[in-house]
Each structure stands twice: as structure tokens, then as C-alpha cells.
């Protein structure tokens, strides 16, 4: 059982939110309520760029139904391994706090949670995600960790107060990142390196593009360790093939035809993740 109090911020004036009941409030009576799931919506009407933003009820459930499976469990355990070995290198281990920055259905914050509680070590794991369908997956399936609906551009978590930022796929705010995390905390990003699915878009497109090379290191930032891991995911029926289709970008720009040759023929896919590991300067 996770022991450490969860911690929003306002998303309207910044100022700690606290529960009362059932209904999140600030100094300034800014209220949110509680779901029944046990998330937040802390979402504002113009941080949405449309009724519904983030993944849909459909691509959510395909892309829990594949990762459940332990087809990506290899990245979900380096990236619990790595958390785990920066908390050893703390001195103080105390009022652990671990964020996810796009956590969708909580699948690889749940990994390292557990990863944590096998070395007995008392963490905060928080989560946000601008997908509403998301995010009630998460709260409903992990209820010992806390989940918000909320942009990644504006984290909705004190300034200062994070030990790590996980970032999966997902969009973010450098400045934002910088803001959270505790001065010696560190930025643990997931990307897809450049072989990642080939098999997947060569079957889908005449001419692939590779993935984006992000090489670059974030200002204010420095870079601490790289590494890359690659695996291959054997693809042994049409309901795999399509959940992991639907979770890619892919999925809304191939050709129908396309995307149903793949589904019915296609036996195994690489993966190729780059992780790197940042920490801030001048926090």
C-alpha cells in the first residue's frame, strides 16, 4: 500500500489542492471533484483541443489489452531498473515522489512501483494523462497510485517536488519538467529510435521514414546516461496485430488495404526504444 499522500496543484492559480471529501479545493475555493475511479479531471476548457483529447475508449483498450500481455515488458523493467538505481544513489530516501508525464493506463509506472516495493522503499507514484479514457483506467486498475486528467504542458504537481519525470511518447514542457523536479531529480525519456517497427511500416507504406532522431539535449539540462533497447515481439494473432497498429500514428494514415495485409499476415515486429536520462542544472 502506497503510504505517501497524493499532491495536486491548482491548475487556475497554482496554489496545493486539498481533499476534502470528495472534492478537491484550493486557498482560492478553485474545487474539482473526485471521480468515483479515484482521478482528478484538472483539465482546463482551454487547455482542450477538442470534446474528447488524447487516445479514444478504442485505442485505449487495444493498447492496455497489448502491453498487459508483457509485450513491451523489457523497456517497462530497464526503465524500473533505472529508477531504482538513481534512488540507491540518494542519501535521502525519504518522501520518494515518481511522476508520469503521459502515464495513459498506468502500465509502466505500475512496473516500477512494484519494481520499488521489492527494495522496500516508500514512493509517491503520481500520473497524468489528457485522455479522460486513459486516466480512468489507470485510477480504476492501480488505486495506489494517484492520476489526473491534466496537459503535460502545465503538470499540475508542486514546483520542486519530484524526484524523476518519466516521459513515454509523450509531448512535453522542458520548462515544466525543469520546474518539478526536486534538484537532484532526473528526466527519464522514452522515444522510438530509428528501427523501431520497421517491419510494421514497411508493410504499410512504399517509402518509411525513419523516426525522429532526438540527439539534442534539452536546455538546461544534461544528459546522464543513454542507452537503447531493442527486442522483437513475435505477433501470433490478428487481435495483437491490431491493438499494437492501433497504437501507433500509423494507424490513421495508412490505407485501409494496407492496414488489413498487415493485420492478417504480419509474424513479428522489432522494437527499438532510445532512453536517456536527464538531470537539471540550476534548479
Known amino acids: 500500500m502506497n503510504s505517501v499522500p497524493a499532491s495536486w496543484n491548482c491548475p487556475t492559480?497554482?496554489?496545493?489542492?486539498?481533499?476534502?471529501?470528495?472534492?478537491w479545493r484550493c486557498k482560492n475555493n478553485h474545487s474539482f471533484d473526485l471521480a468515483k475511479e479515484g482521478y482528478v479531471n484538472l483539465l482546463l476548457a482551454h487547455q482542450k483541443n477538442s470534446k474528447e483529447p488524447g487516445d479514444n475508449k478504442a485505442m485505449v483498450n487495444a493498447r492496455r489489452a497489448f502491453l498487459e500481455q508483457g509485450h513491451y515488458l523489457p523497456l517497462a523493467e530497464t526503465v524500473a531498473r533505472i529508477f531504482a538505481e538513481y534512488v540507491e544513489s540518494l542519501e535521502d530516501k525519504s518522501e520518494l515522489a515518481f511522476f508520469d508525464a503521459g502515464c495513459g493506463e498506468g502500465y509502466y509506472s505500475n512496473v516500477v512501483s512494484k519494481h520499488i516495493q521489492t527494495l522496500e522503499?516508500?514512493?509517491?507514484?503520481?500520473?497524468?494523462?489528457?485522455?479522460?479514457?486513459?486516466?480512468?483506467?489507470?485510477a480504476k486498475k492501480y488505486p495506489d497510485s494517484f492520476f489526473a486528467v491534466a496537459s503535460t504542458y502545465q503538470l499540475p504537481v508542486a514546483t520542486h517536488s519530484q524526484d524523476a519525470v518519466l516521459q513515454i511518447f509523450a509531448p512535453s514542457s522542458e520548462?515544466?519538467?525543469?520546474?518539478?523536479?526536486?534538484?537532484?531529480?532526473?528526466?527519464?525519456?522514452?522515444?522510438?529510435?530509428?528501427?523501431?517497427?520497421?517491419?510494421?511500416?514497411?508493410?504499410?507504406?512504399?517509402?518509411?521514414?525513419e523516426n525522429k532522431?532526438?540527439?539534442?539535449?534539452?536546455?538546461?539540462?544534461?544528459?546522464?546516461?543513454?542507452?537503447?533497447?531493442?527486442?522483437?515481439?513475435?505477433?501470433?494473432?490478428?487481435?495483437?496485430?491490431?491493438?499494437?497498429?492501433?497504437?501507433?500514428?500509423?494507424?490513421?494514415?495508412?490505407?485501409?488495404?494496407?492496414?488489413?495485409?498487415?493485420?492478417?499476415?504480419?509474424?513479428?515486429?522489432?522494437?527499438?526504444?532510445?532512453?536517456?536520462?536527464?538531470?537539471?542544472?540550476?534548479?
Open 13 to 23: 492559480c497554482h496554489n496545493v489542492l486539498v481533499l476534502e471529501t470528495n472534492t
Open 121 to 138: 522503499h516508500v514512493c509517491r507514484f503520481s500520473g497524468i494523462d489528457i485522455s479522460k479514457n486513459a486516466v480512468l483506467k489507470a
Open 175 to 209: 520548462h515544466e519538467i525543469r520546474r518539478v523536479l526536486k534538484s537532484t531529480g532526473v528526466w527519464i525519456t522514452v522515444n522510438p529510435a530509428s528501427n523501431h517497427l520497421q517491419e510494421m511500416k514497411q508493410a504499410l507504406y512504399d517509402t518509411p521514414t
Open 213 to 283: 532522431d532526438h540527439s539534442d539535449i534539452p536546455e538546461g539540462f544534461e544528459l546522464t546516461k543513454h542507452q537503447n533497447v531493442s527486442f522483437t515481439v513475435p505477433l501470433t494473432t490478428e487481435a495483437v496485430r491490431e491493438s499494437l497498429l492501433m497504437m501507433t500514428p500509423y494507424y490513421w494514415t495508412a490505407t485501409p488495404d494496407k492496414k488489413q495485409f498487415l493485420i492478417e499476415s504480419l509474424e513479428l515486429v522489432t522494437t527499438d526504444f532510445d532512453i536517456r536520462v536527464y538531470q537539471s542544472f540550476g534548479n
